[in-house]
C-alpha cells in the first residue's frame, strides 16, 4: 500500500460542495490532503490529476473547482495515510478548514488541511517519514503536476 500526500494551490477563495458532507469555504493558498492507494498508486494519482471524471471521493470535489490545482505530490510505499494525516495537522500553521474531510472511513478528524505556514514545515517531516516527491521517487518516471502546468498554475514556493 502506498500513501500519498496531495500539495495543493488553491488560487483564490472559493466555496465547495464536498458530496454529502456539504459545504466548505476554502481559503487562498496551500492545502494539503494525504491518501492512499492499495494498489495502483500511479493509477491513483493519474486520476486525481485529470480534470474530467466521476466525482467518488471528497477530494474529486475539492479538485472539481478551477481554483484548486496539485502543485506537488509525495508519496511512500508505507501505509501511514492516518498517522501522516493525524501528525500533519498537529504541525504548527496547519488547520482543518473542515471536519473529517478525506476521513470518511477512519476516525481521524480530516485528511484534507490547510497550511498556514511556509512548505518546508512539513517537508522535513514527510522526509523524515520515508515520503520523497514523486519526481524524485525511485518508482516513477515522469510524475509531474502535468494538470497544475497545463492550466498555468504555478506553486508560490
Known amino acids: 500500500?502506498?500513501?500519498?500526500?496531495?500539495?495543493?494551490?488553491?488560487a483564490a477563495p472559493c466555496r465547495v460542495t464536498v458530496g454529502a458532507w456539504g459545504d466548505v469555504t476554502l481559503a487562498a493558498g496551500v492545502h494539503l490532503?494525504?491518501?492512499?492507494?492499495?494498489?495502483?498508486?500511479?493509477?491513483?494519482?493519474?486520476?486525481?490529476?485529470?480534470?474530467?471524471?466521476?466525482?467518488?471521493?471528497?477530494?474529486?470535489?475539492?479538485?472539481?473547482?478551477?481554483?484548486?490545482?496539485i502543485a506537488s505530490v509525495w508519496l511512500t510505499q508505507e501505509n501511514r495515510e492516518c498517522p501522516t494525516a493525524q501528525t500533519l495537522g498537529s504541525l504548527p500553521g496547519v488547520t482543518l478548514p473542515g471536519r473529517r474531510i478525506g476521513a470518511s472511513d477512519c476516525r481521524c478528524p480530516g485528511h484534507f488541511l490547510r497550511l498556514d505556514s511556509p512548505l518546508p514545515v512539513?517537508?522535513?517531516?514527510?522526509?523524515?517519514?520515508?515520503?520523497?516527491?514523486?519526481?524524485?521517487?525511485s518508482e516513477t518516471t515522469s510524475f509531474s503536476?502535468?494538470?497544475?502546468?497545463?492550466?498555468?498554475?504555478?506553486?508560490?514556493?
Open 33 to 69: 490532503y494525504v491518501g492512499s492507494a492499495r494498489r495502483a498508486w500511479r493509477a491513483r494519482v493519474n486520476r486525481h490529476m485529470q480534470s474530467t471524471k466521476k466525482l467518488r471521493w471528497h477530494i474529486d470535489y475539492l479538485l472539481a473547482v478551477p481554483e484548486m490545482q
Open 122 to 137: 512539513i517537508e522535513a517531516p514527510l522526509r523524515a517519514w520515508g515520503f520523497a516527491p514523486l519526481a524524485d521517487a
Open 145 to 157: 503536476c502535468r494538470r497544475a502546468r497545463r492550466s498555468g498554475v504555478h506553486a508560490p514556493w
Open 1 to 10: 500500500m502506498a500513501t500519498y500526500v496531495l500539495i495543493l494551490h488553491c
